[in-house]
T-cell receptor
Framework: AQKVTQAQTEISVVEKEDVTLDCVYE???????LFWYKQPPSGELVFLIR??????QNEISGRYSWNFQKSTSSFNFTITASQVVDSAVYFC???????????FGTGTRLKVLA | SQTIHQWPATLVQPVGSPLSLECTVE??????LYWYRQAAGRGLQLLFY??????ISSEVPQNLSASRPQDRQFILSSKKLLLSDSGFYLC??????????????FGAGTRLSVL
């Protein structure tokens, strides 16, 4: 069975703090894809990143970075020097090769306080 | 570039009334289309997906149906709404749904309240 767990329901930080959002996944497939999406208060899900199971290189994009570790089945997301505009619900998702279906976690609500 | 439009943005409907939500995609042809529902404080549940005109697959049995009358148009419908149909409905599109190209891009969503 495939599953994505985002154990942190809600996180609050003060602006400029670093914050890490955890994502743990379960799958028996060897080829799969992991995603992070941001859902701001407006509601639209914004695609942030896709990672495939064969690429464990960590990725950095501006203040965002992602740490993919197959050994612990985790794909964590770190925001450095958080800003109020980072306040949103963040979803992690899993898709296995050969399927269309995304398995979404329940999301982590991040509140960045000024 | 590709864009996806959903309307209406907000809808309040009485129990037992019909429903029609529309989603259109621009800037691509033969997209794969998806309808999701997000209940308050919960994750996303896939309701329907479509790989072509007239081709609809349902993920969960429910009070809703979907149709794809045109290549880039996806409609979510109900003949009689239930209270449990309330939620946030999101439409998404992607390229080939079973390959590495499947990155789903979402519309702005419709917030449906059934009273």
């Amino acid at each position: 069975a495939q599953k994505v767990t985002q154990a942190q329901t809600e996180i609050s930080v003060v602006e400029k703090e670093d914050v890490t959002l955890d994502c743990v996944y379960e799958t028996r497939d060897t080829t799969y894809y992991l995603f992070w999406y941001k859902q701001p208060p407006s509601g639209e899900l914004v695609f942030l990143i896709r990672r495939n199971s064969f690429d464990e290189q960590n990725e950095i994009s501006g203040r965002y970075s992602w740490n993919f570790q197959k050994s612990t089945s985790s794909f964590n997301f770190t925001i450095t020097a958080s800003q109020v505009v980072d306040s949103a619900v963040y979803f992690c998702a899993l898709r296995t090769s050969g399927t269309y279906k995304y398995i979404f976690g329940t999301g982590t609500r991040l509140k960045v306080l000024a | 570039s590709q864009t996806i439009h959903q309307w209406p943005a907000t809808l309040v409907q009485p129990v037992g009334s019909p429903l029609s939500l529309e989603c259109t995609v621009e800037g691509t042809s033969n997209p794969n289309l998806y309808w999701y529902r997000q209940a308050a404080g919960r994750g996303l549940q896939l309701l329907f997906y479509s790989v072509g005109i007239g081709q609809i697959s349902s993920e969960v049995p429910q009070n809703l149906s979907a149709s794809r009358p045109q290549d880039r148009q996806f409609i979510l419908s109900s003949k009689k709404l239930l209270l449990s149909d309330s939620g946030f409905y999101l439409c998404a599109w992607s390229l080939e749904h079973r390959t590495f190209k499947n990155i789903q891009y979402f519309g702005a969503g419709t917030r449906l309240s059934v009273l």
